[in-house]
């Protein structure tokens, strides 16, 4: 009986540190589970990634529209001067649609505009500063082809080499918000 009396304790008292331990074990578990929660539960005022590609990723189609205009117009080789208009047109537009870029990705994440659709997720923070990054210099760029008298003066060949370049940096990064 005193073997039979002892085997219980002993299972009992394994039983019981098992129990313990595996509380323990569990206990940082529940706790790193719950500080992995989602950031909305944090900040509800965040916006989804959905959202936010569904804002970026349609204004990479306008940008490809205008890399295929640069190429339809021969906009900066211009053999025809009857493309000139149509080519001095696309880069003006060019210009404004780096700016609807920067409005449109600024606007869904700054309260109190229609546009906004919640704080930028942690997730986006480097697309969207690329992306802005890339839009500015595309703006630039457009802005330097009418600063510069083109297309007449000599130096207009690498401005509109450097605008072609921007517009398409700009269009991959746009493109890249389909990562997400």
């Known amino acids: 009986m005193r073997k039979v009396a002892v085997g219980v304790s002993t299972i009992a008292i394994g039983l019981a540190l098992v129990g313990c331990a595996a509380a323990e074990q569990l206990e940082p578990v529940e706790s790193s589970a719950s500080s992995a929660a989602p950031v909305a539960a944090e900040n509800p005022n965040v916006g989804s990634i959905a959202d936010y ?7 990479a189609s306008n940008i490809e529209e205008t890399l295929d205009a640069f190429d339809e117009y021969h906009c900066f080789n211009l053999p025809d001067p009857h493309e000139e208009t149509l080519c001095m047109a696309t880069i003006f537009s060019a210009g404004m649609k780096a700016k609807t870029v920067t409005a449109s990705l600024e606007g869904a994440k700054k309260p109190g505009v229609p546009a906004y659709i919640g704080d930028l997720p942690d997730e986006l923070d480097t697309v ?6 890339a839009s500015e210099e595309a ?11 083109c297309p007449g003066a000599t130096e207009c060949h690498k401005i509109g080499l450097d605008i072609s370049m921007a517009f398409d940096d700009l269009h991959d990064r746009l493109v890249s918000w389909g990562n997400y």
Do not use: H, R, Y
């Open 53 to 59: 590609k569904s804002v970026a990723l349609p204004l």
């Open 128 to 133: 969207m500063s690329k992306t802005l990054d």
């Open 139 to 149: 703006e630039i760029a457009a802005d330097s082809w009418d600063e510069a008298n």
